[in-house]
Nanobody
């Protein structure tokens, strides 16, 4: 199983980024995919997840209303569109494959992790 997160970079406050998570080595359509982030000195936190039928779940505490998760099954890729970025969004962003077909909001529900992509938001 491989997960390749990409699309991070340096962006000004108020800007947007779209992260991609390209997956291989498993039946992509059967499992939920989640996005998490980890800022320096902080715990990794859940942002959003998408299930095998496209059902989505979002964190109630982080980036509320500013992110959209989607998946392209034909490309084995999950996206995270992030808008109105703030300096406090600076973190490494990770995608992960869930144990099952429904996205959950806990790290314990995910078994394979990508290497992460750095997002830096300047003020």
């Amino acid at each position: 199983v491989q997960l390749q997160a990409s699309g991070g970079g340096l962006v000004q406050s108020g800007g947007s980024l779209r992260l991609s998570c390209a997956a291989s080595g498993f039946t992509f359509g059967d499992y939920a995919i989640g996005w998490f982030r980890q800022a320096p000195g902080k715990e990794r936190e859940f942002l959003a997840g998408i299930g095998w039928k496209g059902a989505t779940t979002y964190s109630a505490d982080s980036m509320t209303g500013r992110i959209t998760i989607s998946r392209d099954t034909a490309k084995n890729t999950v996206y995270l569109q992030m808008n109105s970025l703030k300096p406090e969004d600076t973190a490494v962003y990770y995608c992960a494959v869930a144990f099952g077909s429904v996205a959950v909001n806990s790290m314990s529900g995910y078994r394979y992790w990508g290497q992460g992509t750095q997002v830096t938001v300047s003020s």
